[in-house]
Nanobody, 116 residues
Framework: QEQLVESGGGLVQPGGSLRLSCGAS????????MGWYRQAPGKQRDLVAH???????NYADSVKGRFTISRDNAKNMVYLQMSSLKPEDTAVYYC??????????WGQGTQVTVSS
């Protein structure tokens, strides 16, 4: 069964850091783009960061300079290093992966809460 498995969410104080990880398992053996969306309560799901198989990245304006996305193609893993976290970063973060075959897979979501 194809799936994405996320880890690394939690509670952190403002100004703190967290690192999210996401791994593709099963038959998701070749991904093109991977990335992260987030959804805060009562809001739509928004793109946070995106990375292609060659390492080209793009970020939401709200996280530029604070978040860094990276990936390990050999392991089909994608990471999101989050620094200088703010309360408005609080959301459920979802990993996604696009395959060369045109499919998109989603993780189950991991909660990130930024609060003192």
């Amino acid at each position: 069964q194809e799936q994405l498995v996320e880890s690394g969410g939690g509670l952190v104080q403002p100004g703190g850091s967290l690192r999210l990880s996401c791994g593709a398992s099963g038959s998701i053996w070749s991904t093109s783009a991977m990335g992260w969306y987030r959804q805060a309560p009562g809001k739509q799901r928004d793109l946070v960061a995106h990375i292609t198989s060659r390492g080209t990245t793009n970020y939401a304006d709200s996280v530029k300079g604070r978040f860094t996305i990276s990936r390990d193609n050999a392991k089909n893993m994608v990471y999101l290093q989050m620094s200088s976290l703010k309360p408005e970063d609080t959301a459920v973060y979802y990993c996604y992966a696009n395959t060369y075959g045109g499919s998109t897979y989603w993780g189950q979501g991991t909660q990130v809460t930024v609060s003192s």
